[in-house]
């Protein structure tokens, strides 16, 4: 069976079989749903930036989803075809903060590569945001500690995952010599407590943290990969400051 299409004489006459017909059907079926996919990506973001915003200007406790909506533009039941809660809300914007969704193809890209880059990078790379975001996590960084439900499901959703990714890089990069072998799971949460406690330090009003702020992640890659004792050859890495 076929289906003649004459559509002028200029482009001649076209002739599409069922085979044709199909996968026309299912590149415009794939087209349709990647720009529904596009679509509901965006309204998440603009929902998380409402809410990022809020809670800035008023606190974790105080921003509700009614006003997160109003500032988002939409009715406040369209965040909930987005996230389940307030909570769950507070744990897309740490996610989106830590760049959680790409941190595992950048750790399966950086096994090509020299660890200490990679860590430098990544650390510069969340630095950077958390700088960006520091009102908001100033007004729901306390949430985690207070309310145990939100702390568990912050642990669970946020710091499990980003636990296993780097405990796997930190395994491969030692099955490979180019980490010595070490404790995986108790130098993972000790690199991991380095950032957030620097973040903390800032939140709380380190001058000397707050003024050289971008050198941290060099700071920290040399601590790992130097660490304090001198130098082999006995001369000196001299950046001591008063």
């Given at each position: 069976m076929h289906a003649v299409l004459t559509p002028g004489p200029k482009l001649g006459r076209i002739v599409l079989n069922e085979r044709s017909f199909s996968e026309a059907?299912?590149?415009m079926t794939d087209q349709t749903a990647s720009a529904a996919n596009d679509r509901a990506q965006a309204r998440r973001e603009e929902i998380l930036r409402a809410a990022a915003e809020l809670f800035a200007d008023k606190g974790y406790q105080r921003a509700s989803v009614k006003e997160i909506a109003e500032r988002?533009?939409?009715?406040?039941?369209t965040i909930y075809l987005y996230f389940d809660s307030k909570g769950?809300?507070?744990l897309g914007l740490m996610v989106r903060l830590a760049e959680l969704e790409t941190l595992g193809e950048e750790v399966r890209?950086?096994?090509q590569g020299d660890a200490r880059d990679f860590l430098t990078t990544m650390?510069?790379?969340?630095m950077g945001r958390a700088v960006e975001s520091e009102e908001m996590l100033r007004a729901v960084l306390p949430q985690m500690l207070v309310q145990p439900a939100l702390r568990e499901q912050f642990r669970r959703q946020f710091v499990a995952p980003v636990i296993e990714l780097m405990e796997q890089y930190v395994t491969t990069q030692i099955d490979q010599d180019d980490i010595q072998p070490v404790n995986v799971p108790l130098t993972v949460r000790a690199v991991q407590s380095m950032f957030i406690g620097l973040l903390l330090l800032r939140i709380l009003g380190d001058e000397k943290l707050h003024a050289r702020w971008e050198e941290m992640p060099e700071v920290v890659a040399t601590l790992l990969f130097e660490g304090l004792s001198p130098s082999a050859d006995g001369?000196?890495?001299d950046g001591r400051e008063v």
């Amino acid at each position: 069976m076929h289906a003649v299409l004459t559509p002028g004489p200029k482009l001649g006459r076209i002739v599409l079989n069922e085979r044709s017909f199909s996968e026309a059907k299912d590149m415009m079926t794939d087209q349709t749903a990647s720009a529904a996919n596009d679509r509901a990506q965006a309204r998440r973001e603009e929902i998380l930036r409402a809410a990022a915003e809020l809670f800035a200007d008023k606190g974790y406790q105080r921003a509700s989803v009614k006003e997160i909506a109003e500032r988002a533009g939409i009715a406040p039941g369209t965040i909930y075809l987005y996230f389940d809660s307030k909570g769950d809300l507070l744990l897309g914007l740490m996610v989106r903060l830590a760049e959680l969704e790409t941190l595992g193809e950048e750790v399966r890209q950086a096994l090509q590569g020299d660890a200490r880059d990679f860590l430098t990078t990544m650390f510069r790379d969340r630095m950077g945001r958390a700088v960006e975001s520091e009102e908001m996590l100033r007004a729901v960084l306390p949430q985690m500690l207070v309310q145990p439900a939100l702390r568990e499901q912050f642990r669970r959703q946020f710091v499990a995952p980003v636990i296993e990714l780097m405990e796997q890089y930190v395994t491969t990069q030692i099955d490979q010599d180019d980490i010595q072998p070490v404790n995986v799971p108790l130098t993972v949460r000790a690199v991991q407590s380095m950032f957030i406690g620097l973040l903390l330090l800032r939140i709380l009003g380190d001058e000397k943290l707050h003024a050289r702020w971008e050198e941290m992640p060099e700071v920290v890659a040399t601590l790992l990969f130097e660490g304090l004792s001198p130098s082999a050859d006995g001369s000196a890495r001299d950046g001591r400051e008063v």
